[in-house]
């Protein structure tokens, strides 16, 4: 089957890992993987990368996120959200003026812990594990971004609110954060996830719905891999020019230096290259390798 990207609706329960592993059943494909975890009890746009596509992840890595979150306040948790062993309780009396005012000190860039329940590695081990074993050890702080931080809605203990934000960021964190800021603590009650780079939730196929589509249907689900690069030029090259890119080697070309899709005559999307001088190179290829 020929490679693409499936946008999944990702539904509460399900492991990013457990969505890949279905796919990899419906598909009858190897090579698949996703393109930004998901806690369980989080749902929304999950980019599933297929087949040849699987190459394009790494591209994907740092595309900013957006989330519509509840937040729980006057409680916090082993896990940062809802679903963990509560550590402490308090009474709450916050106006949506003080919450926002917390919020705005949340902006731009900040630094955050990771959380022990996660999947970041330290010393060979994902902290999760350690977690599970009862362990806490220290993590080193890390730099992201907060571009947007909205209140939507809300009263009392629990309010929802809109971010967006960067790669690595942890909204349950963002959520303790936010109840630290109020000193009466927080944890997040809800995760949906609205957009992940240019994919939205517009784009997005309930998982149930992939799995009982017809096998003959399913190609037509997934969305060229070249849509992950709608921002850089077009280009296509002659017959010539796609056979020595096919065969990983530059060529001559006379358009502006850039970045570039690469097309073949046929418009198959050969790769993605850079230009710089007189030479076009291949950065990245996408098309099917025979055998």
Known sequence: MTGGIIIVDKPAGWTSQDVVSKLRGVFHERR??????????????????????TRAVEFFESAEKEYIAGLRLGLTTDTQDTTGTPLSQMPVSVTADRLRH???????????????????KIGGKKLYELARQGKEIARPARKITIFELELLAGSGCDWTFRVK???????????????????????????????????????????EQIVQTPPEALPRLLRGVDTLFADRAKC????NQERSIRNGAAIRSSLPNGNYRVYAPDGTFLCIARQTGDTLKPVKSFFEVDG
């Not at 917390?102 to 970041?120: F, K, R």
């Open 32 to 53: 698949i993987g996703h393109g930004g975890t998901l806690d369980p009890m989080a749902t929304g746009v999950l980019p599933v990368f297929v087949g040849r596509a």
């Open 102 to 120: 917390a919020m705005a000190q949340l902006l731009g860039e900040i630094e955050q812990v990771p959380p022990m329940y996660s999947a970041v």
């Open 165 to 207: 934000c960067s790669k690595g960021t942890y909204v349950r964190t963002l959520c303790a954060q936010i109840g630290q800021l109020l000193g009466c603590g927080g944890c997040m009650s809800s995760l949906r996830r609205t957009q992940a780079g240019c994919f939205t939730l517009a784009d997005a196929l309930p998982l």
């Open 236 to 239: 296509s090259v002659t017959q």
